[in-house]
């Protein structure tokens, strides 16, 4: 027990000073996953609000597809980034493995199933107050599309910030695709389990500080965004 308060307080003095390991590990992890979660963001909303207002013969079937990737598990999404870009793989004359791109890139083909199925669940319901209106006015589906995203955007920035929330906690493709490289590829997740295993609890449980404080953050974004309690949700 003295050693867990120990290691509490100096988490707690590591974050009060800001150390320079835990401010690089923290600034890494959010450069990571906010370009994923802008690139995801980029492909989910539109293809997700598409889906919500286009009908065509395999629609079904592909919304079946989106929601199952929502399961896919990291490692085998990390499993396929390191074989696609490994020395022996079709993109491994880039050399982008191991490094924060590959990391960028799992994290991308993590989140963007999500953020597509939360999106075509809002602009599904948004579609049907619109439909008629939007069809009268003789719109394009490029019209029907960025009118759909303009006013439903604060349920898409909920839908964003939930990309970002499982972006940042992400730990097993992160793994396996940046090799959890010092001054390089080390983040907040990987970091921690790094520093567990070596026995350090002090800079692990600093690090644990700072992605609860994140993923509050975030939480709580998502909350006051989408105003449960003043639509008597709460």
């Known amino acids: 027990?003295?050693?867990?308060?120990?290691?509490?307080?100096?988490?707690?003095?590591?974050?009060?000073?800001?150390?320079?390991?835990?401010?690089?590990?923290?600034l890494r992890s959010l450069?990571?996953?906010?370009?994923?979660?802008?690139?995801?963001s980029a492909i989910a909303l539109p293809f997700g609000t598409w889906l919500a207002i286009r009908r065509f013969r395999y629609r079904r079937a592909t919304i079946a597809v989106l929601n199952a990737l929502m399961g896919l598990p990291p490692v085998v999404v990390g499993l396929i980034v390191y074989l696609l870009l490994s020395r022996s793989g079709p993109?491994?004359?880039?050399?982008?493995?191991?490094?924060?791109?590959?990391?960028?890139?799992?994290?991308?083909?993590?989140?963007?199933?999500l953020i597509a199925s939360i999106t075509h669940q809002a602009m599904r319901e948004l579609w049907a107050e619109y439909h008629d209106l939007?069809?009268?006015?003789n719109?394009?589906?490029?019209?029907?599309?960025?009118?759909?995203?303009?006013?439903?955007?604060?349920?898409?920035?909920?839908?964003?910030?939930?990309?970002?929330?499982?972006?940042?906690?992400?730990?097993?493709?992160?793994?396996?695709?940046?090799?959890?490289?010092?001054?390089?590829?080390?983040?907040?997740?990987?970091?921690?389990?790094?520093?567990?295993?070596?026995?350090?609890?002090?800079?692990?449980?600093?690090?644990?500080?700072?992605l609860i404080a994140l993923a509050m953050i975030v939480n709580f974004a998502i909350h006051v965004l989408s105003r449960t309690e003043r639509e008597g949700r709460w």
């Open 139 to 210: 719109t394009s589906n490029r019209q029907r599309i960025g009118t759909l995203i303009f006013d439903g955007r604060r349920a898409l920035l909920t839908a964003a910030l939930a990309g970002f929330g499982r972006a940042i906690g992400e730990v097993g493709a992160i793994m396996i695709v940046g090799g959890n490289i010092d001054h390089a590829t080390r983040v907040l997740t990987t970091a921690i389990a790094l520093e567990t295993g070596k026995g350090d609890f002090a800079l692990a449980l600093g690090l644990g500080f700072v």
């Open 134 to 137: 939007l069809i009268s006015l």
């Open 91 to 113: 993109f491994g004359v880039m050399g982008l493995l191991f490094t924060p791109t590959a990391m960028i890139m799992a994290q991308v083909i993590i989140i963007t199933p």
């Open 31 to 40: 450069q990571v996953s906010v370009t994923a979660l802008i690139i995801a």
């Open 1 to 26: 027990m003295n050693e867990i308060w120990a290691g509490l307080q100096a988490a707690f003095w590591l974050v009060a000073r800001l150390d320079p390991d835990l401010v690089e590990i923290t």
